[in-house]
């Protein structure tokens, strides 16, 4: 009776450990978890003036709209476009995902007013409804080609927001991919559930002698 009840708390804590949103700066790991077919924007198409928001994407059967107050502006670096929110104290938000969307990544950094590097500083937060709110830190300079991402573990994702801390810089992001993803373990749940199985088989082992 005691084994089966070690058993059955070990696979509840496993379960509860495992539901969150993951987070990644390795585009190949990110990549490397989803189940195959994606839809990545690198915006190349959209209006280096300002327009309206929110603005909606879609493609390989996948849906998002971007948003930010005041509007949204796409930016010419080095001839590569990416979006941004056109007042820099406001947050760029990624919302409304179709197709169960439970992953998002891309480059996501502050443009200078220069538009030709990054500053400043800021947060990437990413939400699911059900889990506490991931966060990750985007700094400048490195972030300029720094790759962000999230997988939700317990559903689709709900936004996933850029917004600026420091004094300047404005919120932008390029080569969004969206797409699907398993259900990732953490790394503490593999430890966990691995540990929990060892005490079984130890258990066990005692029954026999």
Same mark, same amino acid.
Request: with cysteine; net charge negative.
């Given at each position: 009776?005691?084994?089966?009840?070690?058993?059955?708390?070990?696979?509840?804590?496993?379960?509860?450990?495992?539901?969150?949103?993951?987070?990644?700066?390795?585009?190949?790991?990110?990549?490397?978890? %989803?189940?195959?077919?994606? @839809?990545?924007?690198?915006? =190349?198409?959209?209006?280096?003036?300002?327009? /309206? &928001? *929110? =603005?909606?994407?879609? /493609?390989?059967?996948?849906? @998002?709209?971007?948003?930010?107050?005041? /509007? #949204?502006?796409?930016?010419?670096?080095?001839?590569?476009?990416?979006?941004?929110?056109?007042?820099?104290?406001?947050? #760029?938000?990624?919302?409304?995902?179709? /197709?169960?969307?439970?992953?998002?990544?891309?480059?996501?950094?502050?443009?200078?007013? $220069? =538009?030709?590097? !990054?500053?400043?500083?800021?947060?990437?937060?990413?939400?699911?409804?059900?889990?506490?709110?991931?966060?990750? =830190?985007? $700094?400048?300079?490195?972030?300029?080609?720094?790759?962000?991402?999230?997988?939700?573990?317990?559903?689709?994702?709900?936004?996933?927001?850029? #917004?600026? $801390?420091?004094?300047?810089?404005? *919120?932008?992001?390029?080569?969004?991919?969206?797409?699907?993803? &398993?259900?990732? *373990?953490? *790394?503490?749940?593999?430890? %966990?559930?691995? !540990?929990?199985?060892? %005490?079984?088989?130890?258990?066990?082992?005692?029954?026999?002698?």
């Amino acid at each position: 009776m005691r084994k089966w009840l070690l058993v059955t708390v070990i696979l509840s804590c496993a379960g509860e450990a495992g539901a969150s949103i993951l987070t990644f700066t390795d585009r190949t790991a990110f990549l490397s978890a %989803l189940n195959g077919t994606t @839809y990545e924007n690198d915006f =190349q198409g959209i209006s280096t003036n300002a327009f /309206g &928001s *929110p =603005q909606a994407f879609s /493609g390989n059967g996948f849906g @998002y709209n971007v948003s930010a107050i005041n /509007g #949204l502006i796409g930016i010419d670096i080095g001839g590569d476009i990416s979006i941004a929110a056109v007042s820099g104290n406001m947050a #760029l938000t990624f919302s409304n995902f179709s /197709g169960g969307v439970n992953a998002l990544g891309g480059y996501f950094f502050f443009d200078a007013n $220069t =538009q030709v590097s !990054a500053t400043g500083a800021g947060t990437l937060t990413a939400n699911n409804g059900v889990d506490p709110a991931a966060v990750l =830190q985007v $700094t400048a300079p490195s972030s300029l080609t720094g790759f962000f991402g999230f997988i939700s573990t317990s559903g689709s994702l709900t936004s996933v927001s850029l #917004l600026r $801390t420091s004094a300047s810089g404005f *919120p932008d992001a390029d080569d969004v991919i969206v797409g699907t993803a &398993s259900s990732v *373990p953490e *790394p503490g749940t593999m430890v %966990l559930f691995g !540990a929990g199985l060892g %005490l079984v088989v130890l258990r066990r082992a005692r029954l026999r002698r």
